[in-house]
T-cell receptor, first 110, second 120 residues
Framework: GIQVEQSPPDLILQEGANSTLRCNFS?????LQWFHQNPWGQLINLFY???GTKQNGRLSATTVATERYSLLYISSSQTTDSGVYFC????????????FGQGTELSVKP | GAVVSQHPSWVICKSGTSVKIECRSL??????MFWYRQFPKQSLMLMAT?????????EQGVEKDKFLINHASLTLSTLTVTSAHPEDSSFYIC????????????????FGPGTRLTVL
């Protein structure tokens, strides 16, 4: 099956700093999503981005499908950005199933 | 839109009892829902795919007789953990598959808030 690797596993930032999270995947995908899991366990959709670039406020994401990686950028981080960021991918003809990476745990300090 | 609820949010039960967890799509119909479990400090592991009106498809290594899934309507899927044991203690999360057409087709999953199961 498709392997998904995220880096770094942990990240500590001062409020206001910028960061880049990376997601590598081992095979072609037709689905890639970024999620934020808050401290209460709720997963929040950030981006559906199997290719290209999208921006939403302080967050943006880029997926280079031909090179099998995706990047999530967080600018001017805030303490509320803390939590775990997951990249999840879906292969062709997989019925919408997603395979999750191990996540990046982000802690933003005031 | 695309709100998914789960009930209960947490449950504590004795070993040997069965526990039912409900997953509802509140403002849309979901033909396909997914069930995951997550251990502390770990990622989500897909347990099964639940399709309305048909039998669930289980991932390799997941006991279908232990984790009973029913998707009887377009807004409700249930997961029953039968004869629960302490090793079944975990965070169970459901999601609903949503197709949208907004400047291109998107195929996303929206997640419920999760159910924390503790088996004593």
């Amino acid at each position: 099956g498709i392997q998904v690797e995220q880096s770094p596993p942990d990240l500590i930032l001062q409020e206001g700093a910028n960061s880049t999270l990376r997601c590598n995947f081992s095979d072609s995908v037709n689905n890639l999503q970024w999620f934020h899991q808050n401290p209460w366990g709720q997963l929040i959709n950030l981006f559906y981005i199997p290719s290209g670039t999208k921006q939403n406020g302080r967050l943006s994401a880029t997926t280079v499908a031909t090179e099998r990686y995706s990047l999530l950028y967080i600018s001017s981080s805030q303490t509320t950005d803390s939590g775990v960021y997951f990249c999840a991918v879906g292969g062709y003809n997989q019925g919408g199933k997603l395979i999750f990476g191990q996540g990046t745990e982000l802690s933003v300090k005031p | 839109g695309a709100v998914v609820s789960q009930h209960p949010s947490w449950v504590i039960c004795k070993s040997g009892t069965s526990v039912k967890i409900e997953c509802r799509s509140l403002d849309f119909q979901a033909t396909t829902m997914f069930w995951y479990r997550q251990f502390p400090k770990q990622s989500l592991m897909l347990m099964a795919t639940s399709n309305e009106g048909s039998k669930a498809t289980y991932e390799q290594g997941v006991e279908k007789d232990k984790f009973l899934i029913n998707h009887a309507s377009l807004t409700l899927s249930t997961l029953t953990v039968t004869s629960a044991h302490p090793e079944d203690s975990s965070f169970y999360i459901c999601s609903a598959r949503v197709w949208l057409w907004t400047s291109g087709m998107t195929d996303t999953q929206y997640f419920g808030p999760g159910t924390r199961l503790t088996v004593l």
